[in-house]
């Protein structure tokens, strides 16, 4: 406990994964923990978002969550803040100074910067592939990133790389489901939306928090 309560954690995205492994990090003990988003709780998040309630819509993410995790352990060391991650602001977030970095962002262009940077650094990175569309909890899986199999956006990572010449500077491991149903939403506007569901991205959030404590247990 004393190993755990030692590690400086940062998590990026702290909507349906991100917020489900902040919580289960200060549950297990994490008592550093940076969460940034640059959203507000809207209605749509409901269904899936740790803090997203009637009451909390219109709030901050990012202070919505640190409200409720200092009042699991109001001890605790809770850095609150509403920025995204992209290459204006990315060395603002200093991911030398953590222990722990973890990935749960939906922008594929500063996904791939946050990758890039973070396994440059001696923090362990997780990351989270693309938790939408998915039913199925028995098939989520952990892998290393070029193992990751049937995740569409571990697919379009791995092009994007390609594309550019530029590859991440060490392996890590990821959260992915390999189901993809199909989207059956239509919006007016032309906007599409992904279906997504608390089990999944609970899931996906815990075993990413699980990453982190088993390693702090046995480094």
Same mark, same amino acid.
């Given at each position: 406990?004393?190993? $755990?309560? =030692? &590690?400086?954690?940062?998590? /990026?995205?702290v909507g349906g994964v991100g917020s489900w492994c902040a =919580?289960? %990090?200060?549950?297990?003990? $994490?008592?550093?923990l940076t969460i940034v988003d640059s959203d507000r709780v809207c209605i749509t998040n409901i !269904?899936?978002?740790?803090?997203?309630?009637? &009451?909390?819509?219109?709030?901050? @993410?990012?202070? *919505? %969550? @640190?409200?409720? %995790? +200092?009042?699991?352990?109001?001890?605790?060391e809770i850095t609150a803040l509403q920025q995204i991650f992209t290459a204006e602001t990315a060395d603002s977030f200093q991911l030398d100074s953590y222990d722990y970095i973890i990935d749960a962002i939906d922008s594929l262009k500063d996904k791939a910067l946050l $990758?890039?940077?973070?396994? &440059?650094? @001696?923090? &362990? /990175? /997780?990351?989270?592939?693309?938790? *939408? +569309?998915k039913l199925d909890p028995t098939r989520i899986y952990t892998a290393e990133f070029w193992k990751v199999k049937g995740?569409? %956006?571990a697919r379009a990572l791995r092009k994007r790389f390609k594309r550019d010449g530029q590859y991440p500077k060490r392996k890590f491991l990821c959260v992915y489901s390999d189901q993809l149903? =199909? !989207? @059956?939403?239509?919006?007016?506007?032309? *906007?599409? /939306?992904?279906?997504? +569901?608390?089990?999944i991205t609970a899931i996906f959030g815990f075993t990413l928090a699980g990453l982190i404590i088993q390693d702090a247990v046995n480094p």
């Amino acid at each position: 406990m004393s190993r $755990i309560a =030692e &590690k400086r954690v940062i998590i /990026f995205g702290v909507g349906g994964v991100g917020s489900w492994c902040a =919580e289960s %990090l200060i549950r297990s003990g $994490i008592r550093k923990l940076t969460i940034v988003d640059s959203d507000r709780v809207c209605i749509t998040n409901i !269904n899936r978002q740790l803090m997203a309630t009637t &009451k909390t819509i219109g709030q901050v @993410k990012v202070d *919505a %969550l @640190k409200e409720r %995790l +200092l009042s699991i352990n109001p001890s605790a060391e809770i850095t609150a803040l509403q920025q995204i991650f992209t290459a204006e602001t990315a060395d603002s977030f200093q991911l030398d100074s953590y222990d722990y970095i973890i990935d749960a962002i939906d922008s594929l262009k500063d996904k791939a910067l946050l $990758i890039l940077m973070s396994t &440059k650094t @001696k923090a &362990k /990175f /997780f990351s989270s592939m693309g938790a *939408a +569309l998915k039913l199925d909890p028995t098939r989520i899986y952990t892998a290393e990133f070029w193992k990751v199999k049937g995740d569409p %956006l571990a697919r379009a990572l791995r092009k994007r790389f390609k594309r550019d010449g530029q590859y991440p500077k060490r392996k890590f491991l990821c959260v992915y489901s390999d189901q993809l149903l =199909e !989207n @059956k939403g239509h919006c007016p506007s032309e *906007a599409q /939306f992904n279906g997504t +569901l608390v089990h999944i991205t609970a899931i996906f959030g815990f075993t990413l928090a699980g990453l982190i404590i088993q390693d702090a247990v046995n480094p």
